[in-house]
């Protein structure tokens, strides 16, 4: 089969991590791959040499409607030119916008779209939601939620298919067991503001339980978070990690693990840590969370935005080994349904089927 993924870049971030290991699975299934991008930066992951990288340079902003309107006519005559160039089978976009502009341009093409952020919050208003509406006209459509399925049209949820994201990061050969580990927290991402970092820290604030919080990721809130910490009076037990290159790495020697988001796509932190063998504890937010934890099971569920709920289950699983022993137990069964491999196939076995 040959496949053209369409992707705006191929810079650090989830649906770039996606598509790379993807395409890596799928040249060594036998595929022939091409991974194709608007700007002309080189890629943040690493592609397999067998993989052909196209960068079109053609990303440009749109000041004006009529600025809007010339960009999208260039993006439709430069995949029709890469289309006749390639001849996929099919065309792949991770963006409901490229991938009708995908069909637009090539109508004959088969063209599956993928919608990789929470559509509710993205995609409402004009002209945002032009494209989901005619995303219909495409062949096949990817979502890694049922909840970010039910924004689009009944039309093209009937042709879709709910895949999640894989655990993409490398996980080492052996998981420590939870016992040997550090009884203190973690948390991974971004430092912005709908990951709530906020929240973690008042919530730490209030559990009496020695522990330390180990944050890992940078962004834009970070000394605002440092100050809160200090007002807080628990900047001597918060610890800001930076960015990490081997995150699976840092998981293994934590016990716990918090996402306070307000909202995801698909919570690839949360994964991670769930295949790394955490006692998770999330918020039960849109999307993602709830489609991974089974509440009491596999990890904590509590409501978004209540810091002393989670303060009370981080609490729960500090205080009772045994607790904390099963929900890491179960977390780590995550890997037998979300690994690479098993979600590549998902997705090749869904390619065919619209090529059929």
């Known amino acids: 089969m040959k496949i053209l993924f369409l992707y705006g870049t191929m810079k650090k971030g989830g649906a770039e991590r996606v598509i790379a290991s993807l395409s890596n699975r799928f040249v060594e299934l036998g595929d022939t791959v091409t991974v194709t991008v608007l700007d002309d930066t080189e890629s943040a992951y690493e592609l397999d040499s067998r993989v052909n990288f196209l960068r079109l340079n053609i990303a440009q902003d749109s000041e004006t409607p009529l600025q809007a309107a010339g960009n999208q006519i260039r993006k439709m005559r430069a995949i029709k030119k890469t289309y006749q160039s390639e001849r996929p089978d099919v065309i792949v976009a991770f963006d409901v916008q490229l991938a009708t502009l995908a069909k637009l341009a090539v109508p004959s093409a088969r063209v599956v779209g993928s919608e990789r952020a929470n559509p509710y919050l993205v995609r409402n208003g004009f002209p945002k939601n032009l494209f989901v509406s005619l995303s219909k006209i495409v062949d096949g459509f990817v979502f890694q939620t049922q909840g970010a ?3 689009y049209p009944p039309k093209t949820q009937k042709k879709s298919e709910v895949i999640p994201n894989g655990v993409f990061c490398a ?4 998981i420590p067991a939870y016992d ?14 709908v990951k709530r970092y906020d929240l973690l820290l008042d919530a730490f ?3 009496s339980a020695p522990l330390t919080l180990h944050i890992y990721g940078d962004g834009e809130l970070r000394d605002a978070l440092k100050q809160q910490a200090e007002d807080l009076g628990i900047s001597d037990r918060v610890v800001f990690e930076g960015n990490c290159a081997d995150i699976a790495a840092k998981l293994v020697t934590h016990q716990i693990f918090v996402l306070s ?16 063998g955490c006692a998770c504890v999330s918020t039960d937010c849109d999307f993602g969370p709830s489609e991974l934890i089974s509440n009491e099971e596999n990890g904590l569920l509590v409501p978004c935005g209540d810091a002393e709920r989670l303060a009370e289950a981080i609490e729960r699983i500090a205080s009772d080994p045994a607790l904390g022993e099963a929900l890491s137990q179960n ?3 995550l890997i037998k349904t979300h690994s690479p491999a098993v979600i590549a196939d998902r997705f090749r076995t869904y390619f065919k089927h619209v090529c059929s």
Do not use: Q, W, Y
């Open 149 to 151: 399925k039910g924004f």
């Open 171 to 174: 996980l080492p050969s052996e």
């Open 180 to 193: 040997t580990r550090s009884l203190s927290i973690c948390a991974t991402g971004s430092l912005r503001r």
């Open 205 to 207: 604030s209030r559990v």
């Open 261 to 276: 988001s307000d909202h995801e796509g698909m919570p690839n932190g949360l994964m991670e840590a769930m295949a790394c």
């Open 331 to 333: 977390a780590r069964n």
